[in-house]
């Protein structure tokens, strides 16, 4: 049995023309397996085929070619087990306004042929904070409400992988931190969850592990912290008692004189050490008053990455 929550290969994707706008590949050949259990993230800067790809597993669009296994079941060859092991939160909210977040909730698990002695709609609408909107006019709710709602229909067939596509775009900081308590509790339940974001900060925090895809490619597939890493990058930033020019630097450290007077020294971790920086400086006779170090955050590493 794989303990792969999702396995594609060779995965590509291109839109038809269609009007005045010309066949578009958003994907060109994704190979991505994806291990039960985690948070992984799923980053790219706009347009780069993130909600393309996480479309495709959720089966909202058909891929072109290549093979998608959710939860071991081929998309093609057991499209209803495999359906039925995901659900998806999408970028683009499509409530129906006829119904009340109750009602919807029923709806959906109907879709999704949940019998009704197993719906768990009142569990649901208490997991989202909708519990005293059970029945409120879908029209009266709020932009913060829908999103839960769609979070909360995503949850009706109990999926053991969970899709969120930009879940927390242009939502206030009370509804991230609740949107993110839910899914870090539904997680810590064995829930897989899979996510774009455009919060590095947020990918940096919440996701195991993180591809980055760029014009439809996969560029870089690692652990979070494998990727803070890679940018073997430190900065030591000193503040002079009083002004100070910069030393003489050996190649292996870049020095910069701030606006401020301070003095910035990037160098390399795996090749020099803040000692040596230091001794530097004493030996340049500057005078430190303050202290600090900067390191690169996923911000760095998704712009060196993603620069073209
Ligand atoms: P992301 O979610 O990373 O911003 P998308 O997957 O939405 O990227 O888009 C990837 C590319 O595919 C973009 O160039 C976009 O314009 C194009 N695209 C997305 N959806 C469609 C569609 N329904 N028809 C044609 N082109 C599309
Ligand atoms: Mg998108």
């Given at each position: 049995?794989?303990?792969?929550?999702?396995e594609?290969?060779?995965?590509?994707?291109?839109?038809?023309?269609?009007?005045?706008?010309e066949?578009?590949?958003?994907l060109?050949?994704?190979?991505?397996?994806?291990?039960?259990?985690?948070?992984?993230?799923?980053?790219?800067?706009?347009?780069?085929?993130?909600?393309?790809?996480?479309?495709?597993?959720?089966?909202?669009?058909?891929?072109?070619?290549?093979?998608?296994?959710?939860?071991?079941?081929?998309?093609?060859?057991?499209?209803?087990?495999?359906?039925?092991?995901?659900?998806?939160?999408?970028?683009?909210?499509?409530?129906?306004?006829?119904?009340?977040?109750?009602?919807?909730?029923?709806?959906?698990?109907?879709?999704?042929?949940?019998p009704?002695a197993?719906?768990k709609?009142?569990?649901?609408?208490?997991?989202?904070g909708?519990?005293?909107?059970?029945?409120?006019?879908?029209?009266?709710?709020?932009?913060?409400?829908?999103?839960?709602?769609?979070?909360?229909?995503?949850?009706?067939?109990?999926?053991?992988?969970?899709?969120?596509?930009?879940?927390?775009?242009?939502?206030?900081?009370?509804?991230?931190?609740?949107?993110?308590?839910?899914?870090?509790?539904?997680?810590?339940?064995?829930?897989?969850?899979?996510l774009?974001?455009?919060?590095?900060?947020?990918?940096?925090?919440?996701?195991?592990?993180?591809?980055?895809?760029?014009?439809?490619?996969?560029?870089?597939?690692?652990?979070?912290?494998?990727?803070?890493?890679?940018?073997?990058?430190?900065?030591?930033?000193?503040?002079?008692?009083?002004?100070?020019n910069?030393?003489?630097?050996?190649?292996?450290?870049?020095?910069?004189?701030?606006?401020?007077?301070?003095?910035?020294?990037?160098?390399?971790?795996?090749?020099?050490?803040?000692?040596?920086?230091?001794?530097i400086?004493?030996?340049?006779k500057?005078?430190?008053?303050?202290?600090t170090?900067?390191?690169?955050?996923?911000?760095?590493?998704?712009?060196?990455?993603?620069?073209?």
């Amino acid at each position: 049995m794989t303990q792969n929550a999702i396995e594609i290969s060779g995965l590509t994707k291109t839109y038809a023309a269609a009007g005045r706008s010309e066949a578009k590949t958003a994907l060109h050949g994704i190979d991505l397996n994806i291990p039960r259990g985690t948070v992984f993230g799923l980053l790219g800067p706009n347009g780069a085929g993130k909600s393309t790809l996480i479309n495709i597993l959720a089966g909202l669009v058909t891929k072109t070619t290549g093979t998608v296994k959710i939860w071991g079941f081929d998309q093609d060859e057991n499209p209803r087990q495999s359906r039925a092991a995901i659900g998806i939160m999408p970028q683009e909210p499509h409530l129906d306004p006829f119904f009340t977040p109750a009602g919807s909730l029923d709806v959906q698990a109907g879709l999704y042929g949940v019998p009704k002695a197993q719906r768990k709609t009142a569990e649901i609408l208490n997991i989202i904070g909708l519990t005293d909107k059970a029945n409120a006019h879908a029209r009266s709710l709020s932009g913060g409400m829908r999103r839960r709602l769609l979070l909360g229909k995503a949850l009706v067939h109990s999926p053991q992988i969970l899709v969120l596509d930009e879940p927390t775009a242009g939502v206030d900081i009370e509804l991230r931190n609740m949107l993110w308590a839910n899914v870090r509790k539904l997680n810590d339940q064995g829930v897989t969850i899979i996510l774009t974001t455009h919060y590095l900060e947020e990918a940096e925090a919440m996701c195991d592990e993180i591809a980055i895809i760029n014009h439809g490619r996969q560029i870089v597939r690692d652990s979070t912290a494998n990727l803070l890493g890679r940018l073997d990058h430190k900065t030591l930033v000193i503040k002079p008692a009083s002004e100070a020019n910069l030393p003489a630097l050996p190649d292996t450290i870049t020095g910069q004189k701030r606006k401020d007077g301070r003095l910035a020294f990037t160098y390399q971790s795996s090749k020099t050490s803040a000692d040596a920086v230091l001794d530097i400086i004493r030996n340049a006779k500057i005078e430190i008053n303050d202290i600090t170090t900067e390191q690169s955050d996923l911000e760095d590493v998704f712009l060196a990455l993603t620069k073209s």
